[in-house]
């Protein structure tokens, strides 16, 4: 049995959209027992060449909004990258959770073969849909939903493993 590009990609992204949603929504509550200032933890990053914890989270959103709708064919949703509390990162990852399940099999599926260029480095760069997906898209998407978590786990927040895989 084969598996279509919408069953390998629109599940998994909203998987781990809820999981983020979840680990926000522990997070500021462990931050306010915990008595931690918000925007100090929203800026915290683990090297300082590194991405802050929110910018983490609004790439998360940013790769699975990308994701579907490259592999859709339709423009891709621009958002402000204006967040600075739980609550507004919580409302991003909502917004892009409404977006990706917009979509429906047949904006998808066939989407294997179809010519995605991406910006890398710069440089506009021309992968078939599988490719994209499995070598590009999927990628970027865990590595910074994994680099928020691990940095939440750093900062001695209550989260583990299965909060970040979420609802399987």
Do not use: W
């Amino acid at each position: 049995m084969s598996i279509t590009m919408f069953q390998a990609t629109v599940p998994a992204l909203l998987q781990t959209l809820n999981a983020c949603a979840a680990i926000l929504d522990k997070a500021a509550a462990e931050a306010v027992t915990r008595k931690l200032d918000e925007a100090v933890l929203l800026n915290y990053r683990l090297r300082p060449d590194m991405f802050t914890l929110c910018r983490q989270f609004q790439l998360v959103t940013d790769f699975a909004k990308g994701t579907v709708a490259r592999l859709a064919s339709v423009e891709v949703p621009k958002y402000d990258d204006t967040e600075r509390t739980f609550a507004e990162l919580k409302a991003r990852i909502a917004k892009t959770i409404a977006f990706v399940q917009s979509f429906k099999p047949e904006n998808i599926n066939g989407a294997e073969d179809r010519d995605i260029t991406v910006p890398v480095g710069g440089q506009p760069t021309t992968y078939k849909g599988h490719d994209y997906l499995v070598k590009v898209a999927f990628p970027n998407f865990y590595f910074h939903a994994a680099t928020a978590y691990a940095i939440l786990r750093h900062c001695g927040f209550a989260i583990g493993k299965r909060d970040f895989l979420g609802t399987i």
